[in-house]
């Protein structure tokens, strides 16, 4: 049961990593635009993996880049699309977000990032007619409290290009080692593609944060992901790096055909099969000591990682500032 209901946006209590408690917007009408990402449950063992509780914004589902290890094989695995991409009704998601910041804004209610990238390619729908990015900045413009976080592979950025750069959006560029993506990130654009329509987009003002995620331990990975950020930083400076390594959820197993990926795994957690402890901690430790190192870099966080890696590298999870919030 939700804790009250206003104007059809639910509140609920939820348990934050610091150890409050805060009253927070659970969702908005039936929650199918709208609605709080909390699968991750409050970590407790020193195995469980810390990840905040951010807003989601479902504006569609599916993506066209066919990723091997896509989360999205298995969670939408009973659809009979699968993970084609489907967009919803954009009357309803625009009546939603109003209702949202009716709500929300202007009354102490603390600022929120609604991430539209977390079931579907924020950047997919730019080329078919009616851009998402134009249609859901203009609604974002109408506030100035909260914003609104694209992840994406893709490389459509034209329509970002040509809008009036505000506050509102922050871009998360999903980038990897050039041989990983190659091999696994079946139809993705190019690393040094993604790369540049991130510096552009970094150029003209926009906010530009970058998710190096699934790391893989393949084969010298250490020269492979350390060409990646010498890539980067000879192109733009993000203003984030969120790091991550390979992991895999039962259901995301059994429902992929390239099944290449899976011997890397062999350590269990209560977000699925991942890199064995040592593995993920080198990869770590050898990309963030290159980042203060060489570009004296350290707004890092890591994704999905346990409290047992947080706290091997002595940072309060407690603090934690990655992608998905402000």
């Known amino acids: 049961m939700s804790l009250r209901v206003n104007n059809g946006v639910k509140y609920d209590y939820y348990p934050m990593l610091d150890g409050s408690t805060k009253q927070l917007v659970k969702q908005v009408r039936?929650?199918?635009?709208?609605?709080?990402?909390?699968?991750?449950?409050?970590?407790?063992?020193?195995?469980?993996?810390?990840?905040?509780?951010?807003?989601?914004?479902?504006?569609?589902?599916?993506?066209?880049?066919?990723?091997?290890?896509?989360?999205?094989?298995?969670?939408?695995?009973?659809?009979?699309?699968?993970?084609?991409?489907?967009?919803?009704?954009?009357?309803?998601?625009?009546?939603?977000?109003?209702?949202?910041?009716?709500?929300?804004?202007?009354?102490?209610?603390?600022?929120?990032?609604?991430?539209?990238?977390?079931?579907?390619?924020?950047?997919?729908?730019?080329?078919?007619?009616?851009?998402?990015?134009?249609?859901i900045l203009n609604i974002f413009d109408t506030q100035d409290k909260h914003k609104v976080l694209f992840l994406t592979k893709s490389i459509w950025i034209k329509n970002l290009l040509k809008l009036k750069v505000n506050g509102s959006?922050?871009?998360?560029?999903?980038?990897?080692?050039?041989?990983?993506?190659?091999?696994?990130?079946?139809?993705?654009p190019p690393i040094r593609k993604r790369i540049e329509a991130a510096r552009q987009l970094w150029e003209v003002g926009y906010k530009v944060r970058i998710r190096i995620d699934p790391m893989v331990p393949i084969q010298n990975w250490n020269i492979h992901y350390r060409n990646l950020v010498d890539r980067v930083f000879s192109n733009f400076e993000p203003e984030r790096i969120t790091i991550g390594s390979l992991r895999g959820l039962q259901s995301t197993i059994n429902n992929v055909i390239d099944k290449s990926w899976v011997k890397y795994l062999s350590e269990n957690s209560n977000w699925g099969k991942r890199i064995d402890f040592n593995t993920r901690f080198s990869m770590y430790f050898d990309i963030i000591n290159y980042l203060k190192e060489n570009f004296d870099f350290k707004n890092i966080a890591l994704c999905k990682e346990t409290i047992r890696m947080w706290n091997k590298f002595r940072i309060d999870y407690k603090k934690m500032k990655c992608n998905c919030t402000l």
Request: hydrophobic share 35%; proline share 6%.
């Open 169 to 188: 959006p922050i871009i998360s560029f999903s980038l990897n080692a050039s041989r990983v993506s190659k091999r696994w990130e079946k139809r993705a």
């Open 30 to 135: 039936d929650g199918s635009i709208i609605k709080r990402f909390d699968k991750t449950p409050l970590p407790k063992a020193s195995n469980d993996v810390v990840c905040p509780h951010f807003l989601e914004l479902k504006w569609a589902y599916g993506c066209p880049f066919n990723c091997a290890w896509c989360f999205l094989k298995g969670t939408l695995r009973f659809l009979p699309t699968k993970t084609c991409p489907i967009v919803k009704d954009y009357k309803k998601i625009e009546s939603h977000l109003n209702m949202f910041f009716d709500e929300t804004v202007g009354n102490g209610y603390p600022n929120e990032i609604l991430n539209s990238g977390e079931i579907s390619d924020s950047l997919m729908y730019e080329n078919n007619g009616r851009s998402f990015s134009k249609f």
